[in-house]
């Protein structure tokens, strides 16, 4: 079915924009403000982040010293402090979250707070200040199982994770902001992203690091369940069309790449470019409430924005994996201390699949 869709994306101008990045020491909000930085020299950009296990400050080492940058260290749930900040920015990009679907499964009690409770409060200083755009940078977990078709904007929400619930939480929250005090609230719901700077708990980095270390690849179940999976560069491009495009207030969007590929033929994939064996599989115990299938349908970005993914598969892979090749400090750094605790915990002993 083609939709046909009410709303026209205007080019908004935007110099001199301020812009509160929130979560920007992450995976995807660091690769956000190091291509707005690089993009618009004359925007200005805060980033507030917490610095979580998952926030690392060495992913936005060329930012130092970069006058349109500012750093602070703080939480999105801290009200006086967020209201501090957005009192003085034109725009709220919110990345900010609790990300991992395994952590939520064994402790749920930091993504209420952090990504349902941290985006009210967000919401909340940007409604009392009127804030001129508020990004809510949500995700297509909160569809749950795609069944046989791609998601579509308006199928209905059903998380089967505490994060995917989570963020569920806090997307219609933004929603609600727009239906009732009219805060210019979009939605974004991203499929999987890849590229350098992610966290080593995520699939693709986990796997790739194992690899480059001789350490097996925990393959979840039969492996088959599949991702739509997107390179982070044209995500961070979709959210930069978002940002200057008029009159979609209110609007929700998914962002995909459309390439659809299993745990399986990823770890493959992997092993095959680091020219390894694919003795490294192992498959392991499933996670509880596994999503068989991620998939969403783009059009409305493509044909409303006119935006379209412009990297390959296999050339974002490759790109990818040269990257942790390259840069084995910063993975090894991560892969200590309490890194080590999460995985023994997380993988030690897991079972081996059944279903296989
Ligand atoms: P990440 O885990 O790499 O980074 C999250 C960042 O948020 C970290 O820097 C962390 O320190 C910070 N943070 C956590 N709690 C905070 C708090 N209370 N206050 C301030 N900062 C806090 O995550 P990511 O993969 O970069 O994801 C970024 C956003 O994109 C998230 O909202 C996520 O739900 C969404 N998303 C991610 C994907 C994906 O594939 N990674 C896909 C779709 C949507
Ligand atoms: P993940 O990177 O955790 O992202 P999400 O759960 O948000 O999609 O997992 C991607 C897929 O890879 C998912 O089907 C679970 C699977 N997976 C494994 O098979 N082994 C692992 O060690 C991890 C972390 C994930």
Redesign the pocket.
């Known amino acids: 079915m083609i939709t046909i869709y009410r709303i026209t994306g205007i080019e908004r101008t935007g110099k001199g924009m301020k812009i509160l990045v ?10 956000y403000i190091r291509y707005m930085l690089k993009k618009y020299p004359d925007y200005k950009i805060v980033n ?9 400050l060495d992913n936005l080492s060329n930012a130092e010293g970069n006058i349109n940058y500012r750093f602070v260290r ?4 801290d009200t006086k402090l967020v209201d501090d900040i957005i009192k003085d920015v034109d725009v709220v990009i ?7 679907v395994d952590r939520s499964i064994s402790d749920p009690a ?1 993504f209420i ?3 349902v409770y ?1 985006t009210y409060v967000l919401l909340e200083a940007s409604r009392r200040h009127g804030i001129g755009r508020f990004i809510q ?5 909160v569809y749950g199982d795609a069944g046989e078709e791609p998601s579509e904007e308006d199928a209905p929400l059903m998380p089967r994770s505490p ?1 995917a619930a989570s ?1 569920a939480g806090a997307d219609r929250l933004a929603f609600s902001f727009w239906a009732t005090y009219k805060t210019p609230a979009i939605i ?7 590229g350098s700077n ?2 080593p708990e ?1 699939m693709i980095p986990l796997f790739v690091t194992n690899a480059l270390e001789d350490k097996s690849l925990p393959v979840y179940g039969d492996g088959k369940n599949t991702r739509d999976w997107i390179f982070v560069e044209d ?1 961070c491009r979709a959210i930069d069309i978002i940002l200057h495009s008029n009159g979609i207030e209110g609007e929700v969007f998914n962002i995909g790449s459309g390439i659809e590929k299993s745990i399986l033929e990823i770890a493959e994939m992997i092993l095959d470019i680091l020219g390894k064996n694919n003795d490294l599989i192992e498959f392991v115990e499933d996670r509880p409430g596994h999503v068989i299938r991620h998939a969403v349908k783009t059009e409305k970005l493509r044909s409303v924005l006119g935006w379209q993914p412009s990297i390959d598969f296999q050339t974002g892979m490759e790109r990818t994996i040269k990257w942790y090749k390259e840069n084995e400090e910063w993975w090894r750094k991560i892969k200590s201390g309490e890194y080590l605790e999460y995985y023994k915990r997380m993988y030690g002993d897991r079972g081996r699949s059944e279903s296989r």
């Open positions: 929130t979560g920007g020491a992450g995976f995807i909000g660091s690769s507030l982040d917490k610095l979580t296990y998952a926030g690392n703080g939480d999105i749930a919110n990345f900010a979250a609790e990300t991992h930091d707070m952090t990504d941290g940078i949500s995700t297509d977990e994060y963020k974004t719901r991203c499929s999987n992203n890849y992610q966290y995520k995500h």
